[in-house]
C-alpha cells in the first residue's frame, strides 16, 4: 500500500458529496464508520441502479459488512447519508428494513425452528398475515427444493440447505431490494444454479441484488454492475465492462487493491524428507 | 521426540501459552498452584499423623480408617468422573478429534493422551497427593510401604482411566443435541442436590438419620471389590497376607485400565466410522407447532421464545431448582414451616436471572428480529408473555404446595399470612421480570452456546457473578413498597389489616412490571446498533 492510501486510510474524508439520487436503487453519500478512532468506511459514495445485479468485492477489513450493515439498517452511521429506493434508511429506519430483504448469516437465524416455522415466523416478523406466510413459505420451499426438510430443524441442515433457508427467509415479503452477503458459499452446484435462476428471475422482474463475495469470476458472470471496495473507499465502480477496463476482472481487482507479491520458492517443498523417500533412501 | 512425549509437551505448551496470555491468567494460575501445593501438604500431614497413629492402632480402628479411605477414594473418583461431564464438548486440548489430521496410530494416541492427562497440572496434583498419604504405612514395614506407592499410583491412573474412558463413551454415543441437553439436565439436577448435601447435612432434621457405621462398612466391604475402591486395600491385604485377595485386586485394577484403554479404542475406531453421520433422527414436525396459533409479530415472537425455551437447557435447568429449594426449605424448616416460603419467594428472583440477560441467550440470531424492524415494544412484550406463560403457574404450583406444607390451609392468622407471602412472590416474579426488561436492553454479558451449556466463556465470571446480583438487589429494592406494608402488618399486634399486603404487592409488581417494559423498549429501541455489536463480540467467545 502507497503512503498515500495508507493516510487516507486512516483520516477520515471530509469531501462535499452530492445529494442522494432517488431514482436508484440504492444511493449512498459520503458514509463515515469508525472504530476507535480508525475509520472501517470513509466517506464511501456510490449509486446502485434499480434492477441491476450488483457485486460488491473487496478484500477482508475492506469495509464491505460495514457498509451494508449501515446500507440495512443494523448500524448507525457516524455520518453521511443512505438512501433506499428513494427513503431516507436513517430517518425511518423500520420502513426502510421492511421494505429490503438481507440474507442472514448461517449463525444469525433461529436455527432450532424448523425450516418451515422460520419462513413464517421471518414472515410475521414483517406483518405479514399467518396464512399468506404460510402459503409463500411452502412455494419458497418448494422453489429451494426444501419441501423434505421444511418439519427438520435447520440445526440438522447441512451448510447448503441452511444458505438456501437464510436466503429464502430474505425473500419471503417480496422485497425490492436484496442484500446477500456470499450467497453461493458452500452450496451444491445443483442448488447454486437453481439459486442462480431465482435471483436472475427476481431481477428481470425489476427487483435489484446486491451481493457481496470474493469469488471475482461468479461476479464476473452473474453481476451487471460491480463496486471494488478497499480502505472503506470505493476504488472503482460501474457496469462490470466499466470496471474491468479491458482485463480479467480479478487482475482489475488486484491492480487495484494491491498486496499481490511473487511467490517465495519453498525449497523444501517438493516431497523431499517425506516418509516415503526415507524408505527409499 | 516420540509421539507421546511430543503430545505431553505439546499440552505443557499450550497451559503455559493459556496462562502468558493473560495477567488475570497468570494470577488464576499461582492462585491454583498455592491451592495445589497446600492440599498436597495437608494430604502429607495427615498421611504423618495417621502413620504414627497407625501401628498402635486395633483392628476394628484400622478397619475404620479403611473404610473412610475407600468412601473418600469412591467419591472422589465419581466427583472427578462429573466434573469432567459437566465440560463435555468443551473442545479439550486433551480431545482425540483434535489430532485426526495427523496420522497418529490409535494405541500411541490413545497413551499419548493418557499419559498428556496424568502429566497435566491436575493429574500432577493428584499424584502428588496420593503418594504422599501412602506416608501412612511407612511405619508399617518395606513390603506395605511399597504396595502404598504402588496401590497411589493405581489409584490415580484408575481415575484418570475411568473419567476418560466415561468422556469417551458419553462423546461418541450421545452424539445428538437433544441427548446431550437431556444429560445437561441431569447432571444440573445432580449438582444442585451435591451442592445442598452440606447444608442438609449439617441442619438438625438430620437427627436420628445418623449413618450406621456397620452397614457404612459393609457397603465399604463392597466398593473395595470394584475398581473405585481396590486400591485403598492394597496395602492391608499385604499386611493381612490375603494374598488371593491382593492378587484379585490387582489384576481388576489392571484389568480396568486395559478395559478402559480398549474403550478408547473402540470410540476412535467408531468415530472414524461415523463422523458426519446425521446424528438426529427426528424429523417429525409437520405443522408450525406453537406459531401456528399466532396472529400477529408479539404472538410469533412468543411462540418462538416458547419453542426455545423447551430445547434449552441453559433456561430449563432453573426449574428443576425452584423444586429443589422448596424440598431443601421443607426439610430444613420442618419445625418453623411459615420460614418454607423463603423456597418460593427466593424462586422468584432466581427465575428472572436468565430474563435479565435474555438477548445474549438469543445470541446474533437477534438481528434477524431487528434486520425486520421489530420494535423494543413488540420485543419486551412477547418476552414478557413467553416467560409469564411458563412461570407464572409454575410459581402458582410452587405456592400452592408451600401452603400445604407450612400446614397453613387449616385457616386463620397463618393462612392469610401466606396468602400474603404468595402474593408477594407473584409480586416480586412481575417487579423481577419489569427490572429484567430495562436490564437485557443495557447490561449484556456472555453466555454460553446453546450446544455446549457448561462452557464458560471468557470474560463471563466477573459480568455473571455481578450483574445478576445487581439485577436481583434492584428487584428487591423496587418491592420497597411491599415490604413497608407487610412487615408491619404480619407483625402481631399491627393496626393493619393483615390482608392489605395482597393488594400491594400484586399492584407493585404489575407497576414495575409496566415500568420495566415502558423504559426497556426505549432502550432497546435506541440501543440496537449497540446490542447488535455486543453480540458480535461475545459470538466469538463462545466457541
Known amino acids: 500500500m502507497s503512503d498515500e492510501a495508507r493516510s487516507a486510510s486512516m483520516t477520515v474524508q471530509t469531501a462535499v458529496a452530492p445529494p442522494p439520487d432517488p431514482q436508484a436503487a440504492v444511493s449512498i453519500r459520503a458514509l463515515v464508520k469508525c472504530y476507535q478512532g480508525r475509520p472501517a468506511v470513509n466517506a464511501l459514495s456510490l449509486d446502485i441502479p434499480r434492477g441491476s445485479f450488483y457485486g460488491i468485492v473487496g478484500p477482508n477489513g475492506a469495509g464491505k459488512t460495514t457498509t451494508l450493515n449501515m446500507v440495512t439498517g443494523l448500524l448507525a452511521p457516524d455520518s453521511g447519508k443512505v438512501m433506499i429506493l428513494g427513503r431516507d434508511v436513517w430517518s425511518d429506519v423500520d420502513t426502510a428494513k421492511r421494505i429490503i430483504g438481507v440474507m442472514p448469516q448461517g449463525d444469525q437465524i433461529f436455527d432450532r425452528l424448523t425450516g418451515l416455522q422460520l419462513l413464517v415466523y421471518s414472515g410475521m416478523l414483517r406483518r405479514m398475515p399467518r396464512e399468506e406466510a404460510l402459503s409463500r413459505a411452502r412455494d419458497l420451499l418448494e422453489a429451494f427444493d426444501l419441501t423434505d426438510a421444511a418439519g427438520k430443524r435447520i440445526c440438522d441442515y447441512s451448510s447448503g440447505m441452511a444458505k438456501k433457508i437464510c436466503l429464502a427467509t430474505a425473500m419471503i415479503h417480496s422485497p425490492r431490494l436484496l442484500v446477500l452477503d456470499e450467497p453461493f458459499e458452500s452450496v451444491d452446484p445443483v442448488s447454486s444454479a437453481n439459486l442462480k435462476d431465482i435471483l436472475v428471475e427476481y431481477v428481470d422482474t425489476g427487483g435489484t441484488v446486491v451481493i457481496s463475495s470474493h469469488v471475482m469470476a461468479l461476479v464476473e458472470r452473474m453481476c451487471t454492475h460491480v463496486a471494488i471496495i478497499n480502505h472503506g473507499l470505493v476504488r472503482a465502480d460501474g457496469t462490470v465492462a466499466q470496471v474491468a477496463a479491458g482485463e480479467d476482472l480479478e487482475d482489475r481487482f488486484l491492480d487495484l487493491v494491491g498486496g499481490r507479491h511473487q511467490a517465495r520458492r519453498i525449497a523444501w517443498l517438493n516431497g523431499s524428507g517425506s516418509e516415503e523417500d526415507q524408505e527409499t533412501e | ?543
Open chain 2, 1 to 543: 521426540m516420540s509421539t507421546t512425549t511430543t503430545i505431553i509437551a505439546m499440552r505443557w505448551s499450550i497451559t503455559w501459552g493459556t496462562i502468558k496470555h493473560s495477567s488475570w491468567q497468570m494470577v488464576g494460575a499461582i492462585v491454583s498452584l498455592l491451592m495445589a501445593i497446600g492440599i498436597c501438604l495437608a494430604s502429607w500431614q495427615t498421611a504423618l499423623t495417621l502413620g504414627g497413629w497407625l501401628p498402635g492402632a486395633g483392628p476394628s480402628d484400622r478397619r475404620r480408617m479403611g473404610t473412610v479411605l475407600i468412601l473418600l477414594l469412591v467419591g472422589l473418583t465419581l466427583g472427578v468422573i462429573l466434573i469432567q461431564l459437566i465440560f463435555l464438548g468443551q473442545g479439550s486440548i486433551l480431545s482425540p478429534s483434535r489430532f485426526v489430521l495427523y496420522g497418529i496410530p490409535d494405541g500411541q494416541l490413545q497413551l499419548g493422551l493418557y499419559l498428556a492427562g496424568l502429566t497435566g497440572p491436575a493429574g500432577l496434583t493428584g499424584l502428588v497427593c496420593f503418594l504422599a498419604l501412602t506416608a501412612i504405612y511407612a511405619r508399617m514395614g518395606v513390603g506395605a510401604a511399597i504396595m502404598a506407592l504402588v496401590a497411589a499410583l493405581l489409584a490415580v491412573m484408575v481415575m484418570l482411566a475411568l473419567s476418560r474412558a466415561v468422556l469417551d463413551l458419553v462423546g461418541t454415543l450421545m452424539v445428538a443435541r437433544r441427548t446431550r441437553s437431556g444429560l445437561y439436565l441431569l447432571v444440573t439436577m445432580v449438582i444442585m442436590v451435591l451442592c445442598m448435601l452440606p447444608s442438609l447435612l449439617s441442619s438438625e432434621i438430620m437427627n436420628g438419620m445418623a449413618v450406621d457405621a456397620d452397614s457404612m462398612k459393609s457397603v465399604a466391604d463392597l466398593l473395595a471389590w470394584t475398581p473405585l475402591g481396590a486400591a485403598v486395600r492394597l496395602p492391608e491385604d499385604l499386611l493381612a497376607g490375603s494374598w488371593w485377595a491382593l492378587a484379585g485386586r490387582l489384576c481388576m485394577e489392571l484389568a480396568t485400565l486395559t478395559l478402559c484403554f480398549m474403550i478408547g479404542m473402540l470410540c476412535l475406531r467408531h468415530d472414524r466410522l461415523h463422523t458426519g453421520a446425521s446424528a438426529e433422527r427426528s424429523t417429525a414436525s409437520k405443522g408450525l407447532g406453537m406459531l401456528g396459533r399466532s396472529r400477529n409479530a408479539v404472538d410469533a415472537m412468543t411462540a418462538r421464545l416458547l419453542i426455545y425455551l423447551r430445547q434449552d437447557s441453559r433456561k430449563l435447568s432453573i426449574y428443576p431448582l425452584l423444586l429443589v429449594l422448596m424440598v431443601l426449605y421443607a426439610i430444613i424448616f420442618r419445625q418453623m414451616p411459615m420460614l418454607i416460603w423463603l423456597g418460593p419467594v427466593l424462586g422468584a428472583l432466581i427465575l428472572e436471572i436468565p430474563e435479565g440477560n435474555a438477548l445474549a441467550y438469543d445470541g446474533l440470531a437477534l438481528r434477524m428480529e431487528i434486520a425486520a424492524g421489530v420494535k423494543g415494544r413488540e420485543d419486551r412484550l412477547s418476552r414478557v408473555r413467553s416467560h409469564l406463560i411458563v412461570a407464572m403457574p409454575c410459581m402458582f404450583l410452587l405456592g400452592l404446595v408451600t401452603l400445604a406444607l407450612s400446614g397453613a390451609m387449616k385457616g386463620g392468622r397463618d393462612l392469610v399470612i401466606s396468602l400474603d407471602l404468595l402474593a408477594a412472590t407473584i409480586g416480586l416474579l412481575l417487579s423481577g421480570l419489569g427490572v429484567a426488561q430495562i436490564f437485557s436492553a443495557l447490561l449484556i454479558y456472555p453466555v454460553p452456546s446453546m450446544d455446549l451449556p457448561f462452557t464458560s466463556p471468557q470474560g463471563r465470571a466477573v459480568a455473571q457473578g455481578f450483574l445478576p446480583m445487581l439485577q436481583l438487589l434492584a428487584s428487591l429494592v423496587i418491592m420497597l413498597p411491599t415490604i413497608l406494608v407487610a412487615l408491619p402488618t404480619m407483625t402481631k399486634g399491627g393496626i393493619l389489616p393483615l390482608w392489605l399486603p395482597v393488594p400491594v404487592a400484586l399492584a407493585n409488581g404489575l407497576i414495575v412490571l409496566a415500568a420495566g417494559i415502558v423504559l426497556g423498549s426505549r432502550i432497546f429501541d435506541r440501543r440496537q446498533s449497540a446490542i447488535l455489536l455486543t453480540l458480535d463480540r461475545y459470538d466469538s467467545l463462545q466457541s
